[in-house]
């Protein structure tokens, strides 16, 4: 997410947004749109995939099947080199360095410590 977190702020995403994306389904910050797109995205990204009709219909109201392959095709290669960096230790390149104090680095540490 480090370089896809710094072209996100280049086109101008806010630090809350992106903190926000873990916790997408409820945060206002998010259009049905953009949801619609989430959602789609955690149902590839988990194993194995199997993207429920409901999911794809949701889809549908927002994007058309052009937009659908892109979108299926963005996430894809960002699953690949996500599992690519993270089997390698790949570290982060710092492209999107968040304030120490932010709460993306509260929420994500406590969600760290949670799951531990």
Known sequence: MDINSAGGREAGLSFEKLAAV???????????????????????CRGPVEVPDQVFEELRRYFGEAAIVELTATIALENFRARFNRALQVPSDGLCQLPANHPALKAAAAQHAASN
């Open 22 to 44: 873990a916790d997408y389904q409820s945060s206002e910050l998010f259009s049905p749109a953009e949801k619609a797109a989430l959602r789609y995205t955690e149902e590839i």
